[in-house]
């Protein structure tokens, strides 16, 4: 049993943690109190897996190995009175005061260090009740406030104090043509560049596809915040499932980590995951282990808008769950090595990485996904998430030329270098995947190019920075 404390910062991690929380409840049975549900008839008591995720009291009280955070409190008291207000413990239900009002460095520098010793304190505390404590998952929105300054600042912190456990980050990314704020490619970039070395895996998921999922697959013309959380619910649910549950093929997180990052800095994986049906469609569907691996593989079923076809898959890990042969998982993974739609880079020549866990997917009452036997989760590391960093620095230039929005973030301390800093870094990171997509020679060429990034970085910050008025350096800035 390796324990897991899972981190839900800002508004979209603690309503997204919100639908999470209720969705292993029911998996495992429990009611909103955290005591045993009496409809629980199917759960292995005498299995400690699911206390990778829960510690249970003396009482048989399962509590969360969650932190919410947050800088003002209208989310979490959203929580607090809600129906799982008293599954979770109080303490580690964090806020403050002052709204990060959308801006990184307001969240990073201002009210960040008045939370950041409380935060650390609790997270101390859940560790001290880890029998194996294996890492942290992140949950936050790239493109808010709270959910990237804050985020950039106390992953600095968990890697001081936790150097050799993994931190995970489940983030929303800003969508290309849907935007909650104008100044999301700045919260993007800055966060993306800050987190590129304490970070060991990301998941990306943006608004805009997860609508036309839900169009399209689900047929709901006007899907809201809570439906999407609920997919993407199912989705993480069924990553962490080889943590919770036994298996046939057992594959924890980080296996999947190992098995899925090349380098250190390529660490952005695409997610699917299917099926996603409507009970009406689903009784005419035949959705066995073959056709559920030839949906996940299918380009409109991808999270994040970028198209995989025009990249080269670097690696595929392939997370089965419910009631799955593994000579099917087999004849599905050579249906799709022999098919032309899967393209590996030439020098990673198995690709594969696969875990199959017993235990079904859960429906969450009122969801729009029928109840299913199985599902597969699929997580790939692919060369086309370029174009998504390449849309993100394009709007980042466009505003900063002009130097728009800026001074909201020199006035709360923010250094103007910062933000040239961290375009040069995510520059570097394009460079890094299409040196990767276009090598056909081992990873010599790839070395090279990764350590000429990370030197020019390192000579980029020895430069002095401007100072926050000067406007002589603004007006260079127009060169970018």
């Given at each position: 049993?390796?324990?897991?404390?899972?981190?839900?910062?800002?508004?979209?991690?603690?309503?997204?943690?919100?639908?999470?929380?209720?969705?292993?409840?029911?998996?495992?049975?429990?009611?909103?109190?955290?005591?045993?549900?009496?409809?629980?008839?199917?759960?292995?008591?005498?299995?400690?897996?699911?206390?990778?995720?829960?510690?249970?009291?003396?009482?048989?009280?399962?509590?969360?190995?969650?932190?919410?955070?947050?800088?003002?409190?209208?989310?979490?008291?959203?929580?607090?009175?809600?129906?799982?207000?008293?599954?979770?413990?109080?303490?580690?239900?964090i806020n403050d005061c002052q709204d990060a009002a959308n801006?990184?460095?307001?969240?990073?520098?201002?009210?960040?260090?008045?939370?950041?010793?409380?935060?650390?304190?609790?997270?101390?505390?859940?560790?001290?009740?880890?029998?194996?404590?294996?890492?942290?998952?992140?949950?936050h929105s790239l493109g808010g406030g709270t959910g990237s300054?804050?985020?950039?600042?106390?992953?600095?912190?968990?890697?001081?104090?936790?150097?050799?456990?993994?931190?995970?980050?489940?983030?929303?990314?800003?969508?290309?043509?849907?935007?909650?704020?104008?100044?999301?490619?700045?919260?993007?970039?800055?966060?993306?560049?800050?987190?590129?070395?304490?970070?060991?895996?990301?998941?990306?998921?943006?608004?805009?596809?997860?609508?036309?999922?839900?169009?399209?697959?689900?047929?709901?013309?006007?899907?809201?915040?809570?439906?999407?959380?609920?997919?993407?619910?199912?989705?993480?649910?069924?990553?962490?499932?080889?943590?919770?549950?036994?298996?046939?093929?057992?594959?924890?997180?980080?296996?999947?980590?190992?098995?899925?990052?090349?380098?250190?800095?390529?660490?952005?994986?695409?997610?699917?995951?299917?099926?996603?049906?409507?009970?009406?469609?689903?009784?005419?569907?035949?959705?066995?282990?073959?056709?559920?691996?030839?949906?996940?593989?299918?380009?409109?079923?991808?999270?994040?808008?970028?198209?995989?076809?025009?990249?080269?898959?670097?690696a595929v890990s392939l997370i089965f769950r419910g009631d799955?042969?593994?000579?099917?998982?087999?004849?599905?993974?050579?249906?799709?090595?022999?098919?032309?739609?899967?393209?590996?880079?030439?020098?990673?020549?198995?690709?594969?990485?696969?875990?199959?866990?017993?235990?079904?997917?859960?429906?969450?009452?009122?969801?729009?996904?029928?109840?299913?036997?199985?599902?597969?989760?699929?997580?790939?590391?692919?060369?086309?998430?370029?174009?998504?960093?390449?849309?993100?620095?394009?709007?980042?230039?466009?505003?900063?030329?002009?130097?728009?929005?800026?001074?909201?973030?020199?006035?709360?301390?923010?250094?103007?270098?910062?933000?040239?800093?961290?375009?040069?870094?995510?520059?570097?990171?394009?460079?890094?995947?299409?040196?990767?997509?276009?090598?056909?020679?081992?990873?010599?060429?790839?070395?090279?190019?990764?350590?000429?990034?990370?030197?020019?970085?390192?000579?980029?910050?020895?430069?002095?920075?401007?100072?926050?008025?000067?406007?002589?350096?603004?007006?260079?800035?127009?060169?970018?």
């Open positions: 049993m390796k324990e897991i404390i899972s981190l839900h910062i800002g508004q979209s991690g603690i309503q997204f943690g919100n639908a999470l929380w209720e969705l292993y409840c029911l998996e495992h049975g429990l009611g909103p109190d955290g005591f045993r549900s009496e409809t629980a008839g199917d759960i292995d008591e005498g299995d400690d897996s699911q206390r990778s995720i829960f510690e249970v009291t003396s009482k048989c009280k399962y509590i969360p190995r969650s932190i919410f955070i947050d800088s003002e409190p209208s989310v979490i008291d959203e929580v607090r009175t809600g129906t799982y207000g008293r599954f979770h413990h109080p303490q580690r239900m801006n990184f460095a307001r969240a990073k520098y201002t009210t960040g260090p008045k939370m950041i010793d409380q935060v650390m304190r609790a997270v101390g505390e859940a560790v001290n009740q880890c029998d194996q404590f294996q890492g942290f998952m992140l949950f300054g804050f985020l950039s600042y106390l992953l600095q912190r968990l890697q001081d104090a936790y150097p050799k456990k993994y931190k995970i980050q489940m983030s929303i990314y800003p969508s290309p043509m849907y935007s909650a704020a104008v100044v999301e490619p700045y919260n993007a970039v800055l966060t993306a560049a800050e987190t590129m070395e304490t970070t060991d895996l990301s998941f990306m998921v943006d608004n805009e596809s997860m609508y036309d999922i839900l169009r399209r697959n689900l047929y709901s013309d006007r899907p809201t915040y809570s439906t999407i959380n609920k997919v993407i619910a199912q989705v993480m649910s069924t990553v962490t499932t080889p943590d919770r549950f036994t298996g046939p093929l057992k594959a924890d997180l980080q296996d999947f980590q190992t098995n899925l990052v090349p380098y250190p800095r390529i660490h952005f994986p695409l997610i699917t995951y299917a099926p996603l049906q409507p009970i009406e469609v689903s009784r005419h569907e035949k959705n066995d282990v073959i056709d559920l691996t030839r949906q996940v593989f299918h380009a409109g079923s991808r999270m994040l808008q970028v198209d995989p076809r025009t990249g080269k898959y670097m799955v042969n593994p000579k099917d998982v087999n004849t599905a993974i050579n249906e799709q090595k022999e098919s032309h739609l899967v393209n590996f880079v030439d020098w990673c020549p198995t690709g594969f990485k696969v875990g199959i866990n017993s235990s079904p997917p859960t429906r969450v009452p009122g969801d729009l996904i029928r109840p299913c036997t199985r599902a597969v989760c699929m997580m790939t590391n692919n060369s086309c998430l370029v174009d998504c960093f390449a849309t993100l620095t394009e709007k980042f230039r466009m505003m900063y030329r002009k130097s728009g929005f800026v001074h909201w973030y020199v006035s709360e301390g923010m250094e103007e270098g910062e933000m040239t800093e961290a375009l040069e870094n995510i520059e570097s990171l394009e460079m890094d995947y299409r040196d990767l997509a276009g090598d056909t020679q081992g990873q010599q060429e790839v070395t090279t190019s990764r350590k000429q990034g990370e030197e020019a970085y390192k000579h980029m910050n020895t430069e002095p920075r401007s100072s926050k008025g000067d406007v002589s350096s603004r007006k260079s800035r127009t060169a970018i």
